[in-house]
């Protein structure tokens, strides 16, 4: 209640320090410092509710129905702090969070730049108003109560020694199909125990856990690194607005830049770890699926860093004089864009329209939210591109453009269209579902060959251009160099790599030329001047990258092996042996060892699965044995003790009157054969029940019947073997209560494999990524120059 | 001047051409009615439910899983699966299946399983895949 309370406050303050911000830009000049105090009183609020939250998880109050639906007393307390962004109410309060801590930043760095700060503080302000109402009693609330609306509750979850309350009875609940009881919690039943003198905290004492897939070290630093790359990318969209509604701009250039290279820089930082988490833990079998989630982080990123590159245009341009510069309204409509594909994609993700497209997009919030969602992102699109319409005259007649077809200016220019296509093909390809469609990765990854080939090729050719415009000669001697040494390279690389897809060798061949010629400038000015560094080795990150990207994928290869235990099999040059394995994390996860060998090195990889009580799901761990230049990747995908299968053959399952076909036969399943006295066998003594089956083949019927038979601790399955059709008959399972029989049909002659002794087999995706290292080295690089660009561009903002 | 519009409008029309080709080309509709999958010549993701009555195939050494499926005006069509059986396929709800109808049966590339539960909300089990 205190924490709804709270948030409600904040939300109060946000908008008067919004309207007060609002009414100093309008000259009412001491609004400012009530501004000022508003926004700062909103901001302790922020906190205050951020920290009652964490204190709520790590107490486990089960009586909040957040910390019930996403923590529980068996998560470590790192994983339990990070449950704080498990769900959606909680990844908004940390979207929330994050933004006033920036925005506590941005109001002392506006505040120490002109007349700054009430123009961009009021729109900053109307963002965190929309997120708080977000988070407020009306939408996503955090601080709900358990009982809220009647919810299920496990029983595993309820206190034993309450569990026999009379009263409780009549709520008690259970689940035919997967035989479990659940409590049903609501306001009746906190009046009835309050009545007892007993609280909701005494009867329901675990919560029902976080999602298995997000219960490892990633979760605790992915989505806060995202999200305050998600909360800083609101700093251009404010400085944009600030610009227009002053109608000057000169100095938001400079000004925003620091905090654009900034934000994608943690952008980046946070996609990669993103990747880095789906490749090492959730066994996809790679870094980038185009899941929807994974796309909608993706979009704004691709954007700012078009951005980037105009803005550097505009910048240069206004240092020679001339005006406002170029590509004035190019700038404001990506810095606009940015932060309003930020809030795209948190409806996108969050408003449950991906529904069956992703996996990991949260669940349907109901149409409120929904509605709320689309007025945020419209308020934005109609705010932004409103003014800037209004403006749009005034931009048309002050802005210079005349790019000679050899300049930097355009060839910046051409670069920063690339990107929005790529993010434009993806925001498609994305938005799809929400029109009853989908696309396959294969769009994505067809349409990126030949973007990232202009990318490689433009990230070297700018470099070489000069401002204004080049004389052809001077292009072709400084370019020389750089395009004979990487035709050497790609030539090399396509000879002993055996490479035959002529994409990928062009690929090849323009982001070896990206990288020389990254290296050739960066390697010349490390002597001289170290901040001017960030460009050229943020670009040789992405050089890096996509050499990566290109080795990883194209030279990846992948198999499916059956591994019986203790019989080598060899894939990729390793002998692999199945050893047996173990259990691990206090017996509830299975670590399954595989011996490797090539010849000169031997190693033991352990891929993981285990049921998960979660959501009684199979969940697979994959191991990776990680190599200088490659990394040898193996993802379970099943393992079969070989206690049931000993017969190998097709498996039908039949209910009575069914009739299948295997190998020419005709089998009827007649009749039910009952055990005799269901007593007997409910008290768990000996008993037989099966399968009277009729087989009819070449004319023949057989009259058969397979058996399931009980006798003190065995249970066995009595084989039907007809020599004459030449069939041989096992029941696998049989059900009582439905009648259902499983049967397990196959060939006498033939099958071989039957007669052996029961086999253990672990069945993996066994694959190797060759340079796979150069991805995650590459992004690195590329994050490091953001941060060299950004102490660069700081000390600029003040000038 | 005219440069920039020159370039930068090349590049986008290029682009988006290529992308409305493919679009077209590899976008997979959802279906619910089975008249229009099987009809349908392109892959298409086919909501429905497993037929219970008529069980299901489970082939252990080639590795394919069959069953029938139904669609809400109950049309029924057969399902192949190169793979094992799902997860959870068992006490599943409704079922996605990702495929093309050809020679009599639906050729599933991915099945999508989904046990709603009035207890627990609802849930779904995937099999992803990465290309990357």
């Known amino acids: 209640m205190i924490g709804s309370l709270i948030l409600t406050l904040a939300l109060a303050s946000s908008i008067v320090a919004m309207v007060m911000y609002y009414m100093s830009y309008r000259g009412y000049n001491n609004a400012l410092y009530y501004g000022r105090i508003a926004y700062h009183v909103m901001a302790m609020l922020v906190i205050v509710a951020a920290a009652m939250l964490e204190y709520l998880l790590l107490t486990h109050q089960y009586s909040f129905k957040y910390v019930y639906e996403y923590s529980s007393n068996e998560l470590s307390t790192g994983i339990l702090m990070a449950s704080f962004w498990g769900g959606q109410e909680g990844s908004f309060m940390l979207w929330l969070f994050l933004t006033t801590i920036i925005g506590l930043i941005l109001q002392s760095y506006t505040s120490k730049r002109g007349d700054l700060e009430h123009r961009v503080m009021a729109v900053f302000t109307l963002a965190t108003s929309f997120i708080l109402l977000m988070v407020s009693p009306l939408f996503k609330n955090p601080f709900v109560y358990l009982w809220s609306e009647p919810i299920f509750i496990g029983i595993k979850s309820i206190n034993p020694s309450l569990a026999h309350l009379p009263f409780l009875q009549s709520f008690l609940f259970s689940d035919s199909s997967s035989n479990q009881e659940f409590v049903k919690v609501n306001s009746d039943l906190v009046r009835l125990l309050s009545t007892n003198g007993i609280s909701i905290k005494q009867l329901v004492i675990n919560g029902r856990g976080l999602n298995p897939q997000l219960t490892n070290f990633w979760m605790q630093i992915h989505p806060p690194i995202l999200f305050t790359g998600f909360s800083m990318s609101t700093v251009p969209f404010c400085f944009a607005m600030a610009a227009m509604m002053k109608n000057d701009y000169k100095d938001w250039v400079k000004q925003s830049f620091p905090w654009l290279l900034a934000a994608s820089g943690i952008l980046g ?5 993103g990747g880095y988490w789906a490749y090492e833990m959730l066994g996809w079998g790679g870094y980038w699926a185009w899941d929807p ?7 704004p990123w691709l954007v700012g860093v078009a951005g980037i590159h105009t803005l550097l245009v505009q910048k240069k341009s206004q240092n020679k004089g001339e005006g406002i510069g170029k590509f004035a309204k190019t700038n404001l409509i990506l810095m606009l864009l940015m932060y309003i594909l930020v809030v795209y994609s948190t ?3 969050r408003s449950g329209v991906l529904g069956d497209a992703s996996v990991h997009s949260f669940v349907d919030p109901g149409t409120i939210v929904y509605l709320f969602l689309i007025i945020f992102v419209g308020t934005f699109v109609v705010l932004g591109f409103g003014t800037l319409i209004y403006r749009w005259k005034y931009l048309s007649l002050h802005t210079k453009s005349d790019e000679g077809i050899l300049s930097r200016e355009l060839s910046l220019f051409t670069a920063a269209i690339v990107l929005c296509t790529s993010a434009a093909i993806i925001l498609v390809g994305t938005s799809a579902p929400i029109f009853g469609h989908s696309v396959d990765a294969k769009f994505y990854s067809s349409m990126h060959i030949p973007i990232a080939i202009i990318i490689g090729l433009l990230n070297g050719l700018s470099l070489l251009l000069k401002w204004r415009t080049t004389k052809k000669e001077d292009l072709i001697k400084r370019s020389v160099f750089s395009i004979s040494a990487s035709v050497i390279v790609t030539v090399l690389i396509v000879l002993f790599g055996g490479m035959t897809d002529v994409l990928m060798m062009i690929l090849t061949l323009t982001t070896t030329f990206a990288l020389i010629v990254n290296l050739e400038i960066a390697i010349k000015i490390i002597k001289g001047n170290k901040k001017m560094l960030g460009a050229y080795v943020a670009h040789i990150g992405i050089a890096v990258f996509l050499l990566g990207v290109i080795s990883s994928s194209v030279y ?3 198999k499916d092996i059956d591994l019986v235990k203790n019989v080598p099999q060899d894939a990729f040059g390793y002998k692999m042996v199945f050893t047996g394995y173990q259990s691990i994390d206090n017996n509830t996860k299975y670590a399954f060892n595989i011996k490797c060998t090539n010849g000169k090195k031997d190693f033991v990889v352990s891929p993981v699965m285990y049921i998960s009580d979660y959501n009684n799901g199979l969940m697979r761990e994959p191991a990776i044995f990680n190599m200088l230049t490659k990394d040898f990747y193996i993802s379970p995908l099943g393992y079969d003790d070989g206690s049931q299968n000993q017969t190998q053959g097709q498996e039908i399952s039949l209910g009575v009157g069914d009739k299948t076909n295997f190998d020419g036969a005709v089998i009827t399943y007649k009749n039910f054969i009952a055990p005799k006295d269901m007593s007997v066998m409910m008290s768990g003594g000996d008993f037989q029940l099966g399968a009277e089956l ?15 038979k009980k006798d003190g601790r065995d249970i066995q399955f009595i084989p039907i073997e007809i020599k004459d059709a030449n069939l041989k008959i096992q029941l696998q399972k049989i059900d009582p209560s439905t009648q259902k029989a499983n049967l397990i049909f196959a060939k006498i002659t033939g099958d071989n494999s039957s007669a052996s002794t029961p086999k253990e087999v672990l069945t993996i995706q066994a694959s190797t990524k060759p340079f796979i290292n150069l991805v995650w080295t590459g992004t690195l690089i590329m994050v490091f120059g953001f941060f060299i660009s950004v102490s ?3 000390k600029e903002s003040f000038l | 001047m005219k440069n920039k519009y020159l370039f930068g409008g090349f590049i986008i029309v ?10 077209t080309q590899s976008n997979i509709k959802y279906e619910s009615n089975f008249d229009k999958v099987m009809k349908e010549e392109k892959i298409v993701r086919a909501t429905g439910s497993w037929v219970r009555e008529k069980n299901y195939v489970l082939d252990t050494q080639n590795r394919v899983f069959s069953f029938y499926m139904a669609d809400e005006n109950g049309h029924e069509m057969k399902v192949v699966y190169n793979g094992s059986m799902p997860n959870n396929f068992e006490s599943a709800k409704s079922v996605v299946v990702t495929g093309e109808y050809k020679d009599g049966f639906f050729h599933a590339s991915s099945i999508l399983t989904k046990c709603p539960s009035k ?3 609802q849930s779904t089990q995937d099999v992803k895949t990465s290309n990357l």
Not at chain 2, 14 to 23: E, H
């Open chain 1, 293 to 299: 989630v994974e796309n909608s982080s993706l979009i």
């Open chain 1, 269 to 273: 930082l946070g996609i990669m770890l």
């Open chain 2, 14 to 23: 290029l682009f988006l051409g290529f992308m409305v080709y493919l679009f």
């Open chain 2, 119 to 121: 207890y627990e909300g």
């Open chain 1, 792 to 794: 660069r561009r700081l």
């Open chain 1, 694 to 708: 009729s087989i009819e083949k070449n004319g023949k019927t057989y009259n058969e019947q397979a058996l399931m």
């Open chain 1, 347 to 349: 409806f996108l993700t």
């Open chain 1, 556 to 558: 990846s290869r992948e």
